[in-house]
């Protein structure tokens, strides 16, 4: 009898450890899952789009491997990733179907847009020079930083600086198929264009120099098709100035909320993913 409390005792007491162990873990699973019910935090997540390139590679060759029979595509392990900060495919495919399970059409909603943001990306936007490689461009993440032009406001987009200070230089090409959308002249963009992807990303490319050609509304445009040259237009009312920063192309990524607003994406983390994606051009 006294055998049987003595393998007992430890016995209960390592059961009662390992249930907390379990109980902790899925607290944390659980409080980490929660997240998409908060919409902000999930809407701010999914805005910032941290996500590191090897990562979304790892998700793309994922969603490629069938061996496993799951169906989730790399936007399904992106939410999930934005949402729980896990790497692992198992734990994102736990991820992912209960976040599924939590509320379908808000997850459906939150796929959505970083399918528009993903999808359709296909070039950099700044070839590179085969005739001098010394004309190279340079971003970091400046995402919501301040800007004061036209109201104190964040920054909505990515800036690509021209390591030699000339207007109308470097070429820009459009990283996506689509439609134009918008052209022209605006005070904070300058010279600008914007194009809508097939789904239903908007890229937006500002402060150029001139266009490719006379663009007009509802032209369709091809990956990596010239629009124009990079230069420093902007920031006034007047039509045509220049002058009021360094040489640069600004680019801004959007998407349609259900609402019919546009929603502000992050930049960045797409120009990373397309770094090794440049064309090449004879300028300079």
């Known amino acids: 009898m006294n055998s049987r409390r003595v393998w007992f005792i430890p016995m209960v007491i390592i059961l009662l450890v390992l249930c907390n162990v379990s109980l902790i873990s899925f607290c944390r699973d659980m409080g980490k899952w929660n997240r998409l019910m908060v919409r902000e935090e999930a809407m701010d997540r999914i805005r ?70 993903w999808t359709d990306l296909r070039y950099f936007p700044v070839p590179v020079s085969t005739l001098n490689e010394k ?62 992807a097939p789904h239903g990303g908007y890229f937006y490319y500002a402060h150029l120099y001139d266009y490719a050609e006379d663009f007009q509304i509802g032209d369709t445009v091809e990956a990596g098709e010239l629009l124009g040259f990079m230069g420093d237009s902007g920031y006034s009312e007047i039509e045509g100035t220049v002058g009021n920063f360094d040489v640069h192309l600004h ?31 004879p300028f300079y």
């Open 135 to 196: 004309a190279e461009v340079s971003f970091t993440d400046s995402w919501m930083f301040e800007r004061t032009f036209g109201g104190k406001r964040g920054h909505e987009g990515t800036d690509l600086m021209a390591k030699i200070n000339e207007r109308g230089r470097y070429p820009v090409v459009s990283m996506t198929a689509g439609v134009v959308e918008k052209i022209g002249w605006l005070p904070k963009g300058g010279y600008r264009i914007g194009i809508r």
């Open 251 to 281: 680019v801004g990524v959007y998407v349609n909320q259900p609402d019919g607003t546009e929603m502000s994406i992050n930049a960045y983390w797409p120009l990373k993913s397309l770094e090794n994606k440049k064309l090449q051009y």
């Open 48 to 117: 910032a789009q941290q996500v590191p390139i090897k990562l979304y590679d790892d998700f793309i060759s994922w969603e490629k491997d069938q061996k496993r029979g799951e169906e989730f595509s790399r936007y399904d392990y992106l939410l999930a990733w934005l949402i729980s900060g896990e790497e692992k495919r198992e734990q994102l495919s736990w991820y992912a179907k209960r976040l599924k399970a939590v509320k379908e059409d808000q997850y459906l909603e939150y796929t959505g847009y970083l399918a528009s943001v």
